[in-house]
């Protein structure tokens, strides 16, 4: 994990500040560690190819992932857009269905009261018939 946070740093350094080395020799030495008997010396060797072709490396991998970044922000905004637009639809289905209800429900009530009277008009017409067949029976 430090190491990516460390190259991370590295490539922004690099970014901000760009490295055009020839060829190179850093010496590191401290005043407090080192004793005069101990010379340690610490060579670090950058070459123009390698440095410039790793700077370029890390270069176009930062390009490609602000690509990336770029193009799933723009399709987070079209899915954002979509959501919106889909909500708006719902919102006017469910109003229209509302309306639909209302105009239901009447006529449900309506059906209801109209099966209410058929079946009585079918029992009035059963009645009606079975007096018609004893009063006929009744007169013979």
Request: aromatic share 2%; with cysteine.
């Amino acid at each position: 994990m430090h190491t990516a946070v460390n190259m991370m740093k590295v490539c922004i350094l690099l970014l901000i500040f760009p490295i055009t080395v020839m060829a190179k020799t850093v010496e590191a030495s401290s005043l407090l560690t080192d004793q005069p008997s101990q010379n340690k010396t610490l060579f670090i060797h950058l070459t123009n190819r390698s440095s410039v072709e790793e700077i370029d490396h890390l270069q176009q991998q930062l390009n490609q992932e602000t690509i990336i970044r770029l193009s799933l922000t723009k399709q987070l905004y079209s899915l954002v857009s979509d959501v919106i637009a889909m909500k708006t639809a719902m919102a006017k289905m469910e109003s229209r269905l509302q309306k639909c209800e209302q105009l239901i429900n009447p006529a449900r009530s309506t059906n209801d009261d109209t099966e209410l009277k058929i079946s009585r008009i079918q029992r009035d017409l059963e009645n009606l018939t079975s007096d018609c067949f004893n009063a006929k029976l009744g007169k013979h």
